[in-house]
C-alpha cells in the first residue's frame, strides 16, 4: 500500500499564521543537492503515458526511477511507496526546519 507524505510548515506559526514552503526556497535549496534535478513536467510511463505539470524536484537517488519531490501550495510532497525514500524525506524536512505528515 502507497502512502504520500509531505513536507510542511503548516504546524508552526509565526505573527498568528501558518508557514510555507516557498518555491523560491525550495529551487535554493534543492539546486545544491547533486541528486536532485528540476523539472516543471513529471512524465510517467507505464502502458499509457501521462504528463503532469507543476513544479517537482526529482530525486535520482532512489534507484531505477527518479522520485519526485512535488511543491504544492506551500509543500512539498513525495510517495513513501520505495522505503528507501523516507530517510531522504526526513533529512529534506530536516534541513528546511519542516515537519512530515501524511497527506
Known amino acids: 500500500m502507497s502512502s504520500r507524505y509531505r513536507i510542511t510548515r503548516a504546524f508552526q506559526e509565526k505573527d498568528g499564521s501558518a508557514q510555507v514552503l516557498t518555491l523560491e526556497e525550495c529551487k535554493q535549496y534543492f539546486s545544491s543537492k547533486p ?48 522505503p528507501v525514500v523516507i530517510p531522504k524525506m526526513l533529512e529534506v524536512a530536516s534541513e528546511l526546519s519542516a515537519d512530515v505528515a501524511e497527506g
Open 35 to 82: 541528486d536532485f534535478i528540476y523539472s516543471s513536467v513529471f512524465t510517467v510511463k507505464g502502458e499509457t503515458t501521462m504528463s503532469i505539470e507543476g513544479d517537482f524536484f526529482m530525486w535520482s537517488g532512489g534507484g531505477d526511477k527518479p522520485i519526485p519531490f512535488r511543491h504544492y501550495q506551500g509543500d512539498l510532497y513525495v510517495s513513501g511507496t520505495d
